[in-house]
Every structure is written in C-alpha cells, then in structure tokens.
C-alpha cells in the first residue's frame, strides 16, 4: 500500500506565499516522476509543475516565474513553493508520483488534494 499525503494549505492574502508538501508512504521502493496539478472549482484539473526523478522541472505558463517545485529523495517528499499567489490560484492541489513498489512496477498514485484559497 502506498499513500499520498498534501499539507500545507490554507488561506492566504494575494500576494503572498504558500508552500505546499506531499509525502509518500508506505511500501515505497522508489519514485519517479511527481507532479503537482489543481482543480479549480467548475474546472478541469490542470497541471501546475512536475519534476523528474533527475530533478528536471517543469511548469504551466501560468506559474512560471512564481512557483517551485523541488523534492527530497530521502524523505521521499515533494514541495511546490508557491509565491506572488494570485485570486486565480485558488484551487485544490493535488499530487501526484510514479511509484514502484516492493510488489508491483511503477504505478501511478494521487493523493486526497490540499485546498489553497488565495484572497484579493
């Protein structure tokens, strides 16, 4: 079994910064590729950044220049730093890994989402 575990999010200001965290657990072997993607209400999820297991980024137009995703291969954690937050980024936020385990290859899992609600 494997999980995916958001925190970090809450209520902030335009303007202000917000960073988000998602920690795998459980039977982790290894992780490749992880992703952060939102969903705003009436909207379809949309995906913000995403980094490779060699640390390669990448990001959605949108927040590019405002937003950073990194990882920590040991803790087996994910972070998006998110800065200059805008009304528009108000979303649920949710991640995402390819995850092998000691049972299976790599599998794809999402965790419950984290709500980010950014006021003007």
């Known amino acids: 079994q494997v999980q995916l575990v958001e925190s970090g999010g809450g209520l902030v200001q335009a303007g202000g910064s917000r960073r988000l965290s998602c920690v795998a657990s459980?039977?982790?072997?290894?992780?490749?590729?992880m992703s952060w993607f939102r969903q705003a209400p009436g909207k379809q999820r949309e995906l913000v950044a995403s980094?490779?297991?060699?640390?390669?980024?990448a990001y959605a137009d949108s927040v590019k220049g405002r937003f950073t995703i990194s990882t920590d291969n040991a803790k087996n954690t994910m972070y998006l730093q998110m800065n200059s937050l805008k009304p528009e980024d108000t979303a649920v936020y949710y991640c995402n890994a390819e995850i092998r385990t000691y049972f299976s290859g790599y599998s794809t899992y999402w965790g419950q989402g984290t709500q980010v609600t950014v006021s003007s």
């Open positions: 459980g039977s982790v072997v290894g992780i490749n590729d």
């Open positions: 980094i490779t297991r060699g640390r390669a980024t």
